[in-house]
């Protein structure tokens, strides 16, 4: 791809400020630009992610079973009540590291699990409490006399919330569920923490070096406004495809 267009465009924003010289600098370009790929398979890996961990959380919590209930529910408190960056610090310092030993031991060879992983892991676990909390309350909206409908039909526990109960409560729940996905692709900026070479970790690499935070800044603010809108737009879309005639009306 041709870049002859980029000194005009520097040279052009010069006299607003704005130092954008390392787009020039073919490492720090490429850096950059394999940075902002990173932060969008962070969020297209978390998205379903939180997503299958979210109904899951959710069918334990509505299971009607207490102690499977009771663990889930301290899992979620204890998830949701302390910081994403807290917790994957403790995954990927004290967690990764007991697994790392561990394999050594047993003679298993190298640990699989990079950052970029944990990261994923985390971040899917952290937002898929807040999914699940939002699924519950869908899943209990769910009227009896639907319910009552389904098992006269003969439908098991199990098929009960496979077919009726999670497929309605994801319509009730959907608004809910598309913020906090808006919520998990800003999350993922907590990759750079750890040094996984996100957007953020690749920016801070490069002002480190120049005098341009504010303009990298403003770049990482436009490429997450671009994510965060995307999946807004997906989720009105699918408000509007999924919007359920006689609800709310």
């Given at each position: 791809?041709?870049?002859?267009?980029?000194?005009?465009?520097?040279?052009?924003?010069?006299?607003?400020?704005?130092?954008?010289?390392?787009?020039?600098?073919?490492?720090?370009?490429?850096?950059?630009?394999?940075?902002?790929?990173?932060?969008?398979?962070?969020?297209?890996?978390?998205?379903?992610?939180?997503?299958?961990?979210?109904?899951?959380?959710?069918?334990?919590?509505?299971?009607?079973?207490?102690?499977?209930?009771?663990?889930?529910?301290?899992?979620?408190?204890?998830?949701?009540?302390?910081?994403?960056?807290?917790?994957?610090?403790?995954?990927?310092?004290?967690?990764?590291?007991?697994?790392?030993?561990?394999?050594?031991?047993?003679?298993?060879?190298?640990?699989?699990?990079?950052?970029?992983?944990?990261?994923?892991?985390?971040?899917?676990?952290?937002?898929?409490?807040?999914?699940?909390?939002?699924?519950?309350?869908?899943?209990?909206?769910?009227?009896?006399?639907?319910?009552?409908?389904?098992?006269?039909?003969?439908?098991s526990q199990r098929q009960l919330l496979a077919r009726v109960q999670l497929p309605l409560a994801v319509r009730f729940a959907?608004?809910?569920?598309?913020?906090?996905?808006?919520?998990?692709?800003?999350m993922t900026a907590v990759a750079s923490a750890i040094a996984v070479g996100d957007v953020t970790y690749e920016s801070i690499?490069?002002?480190?070096?120049?005098?341009?935070?504010?303009?990298?800044?403003?770049?990482?603010?436009?490429?997450?406004?671009?994510?965060?809108?995307?999946?807004?737009?997906?989720?009105?879309?699918?408000?509007?495809?999924?919007?359920?005639?006689?609800?709310?009306?």
């Amino acid at each position: 791809m041709s870049t002859d267009w980029l000194p005009q465009a520097v040279d052009a924003l010069r006299p607003l400020g704005l130092n954008y010289a390392f787009v020039l600098d073919t490492s720090e370009r490429q850096a950059f630009v394999r940075g902002m790929i990173v932060t969008l398979q962070l969020a297209l890996l978390t998205i379903p992610g939180s997503l299958a961990a979210g109904v899951a959380l959710a069918a334990a919590l509505t299971s009607g079973r207490p102690s499977l209930e009771r663990t889930a529910r301290a899992f979620v408190e204890v998830t949701r009540n302390t910081p994403t960056l807290v917790q994957l610090y403790c995954a990927f310092l004290v967690l990764n590291m007991l697994i790392t030993q561990q394999l050594r031991d047993w003679g298993a060879g190298n640990n699989p699990l990079t950052p970029f992983v944990w990261v994923v892991i985390v971040v899917s676990l952290h937002k898929g409490v807040f999914h699940a909390e939002a699924l519950r309350a869908g899943i209990e909206a769910v009227p009896a006399t639907t319910l009552e409908a389904a098992r006269s039909l003969g439908f098991s526990q199990r098929q009960l919330l496979a077919r009726v109960q999670l497929p309605l409560a994801v319509r009730f729940a959907l608004p809910s569920l598309i913020n906090n996905l808006v919520d998990l692709v800003k999350m993922t900026a907590v990759a750079s923490a750890i040094a996984v070479g996100d957007v953020t970790y690749e920016s801070i690499m490069i002002w480190s070096q120049r005098d341009n935070v504010l303009e990298l800044l403003l770049l990482i603010l436009l490429w997450f406004g671009l994510l965060t809108w995307l999946v807004s737009l997906a989720g009105r879309w699918l408000e509007h495809h999924w919007r359920m005639p006689g609800y709310g009306q």
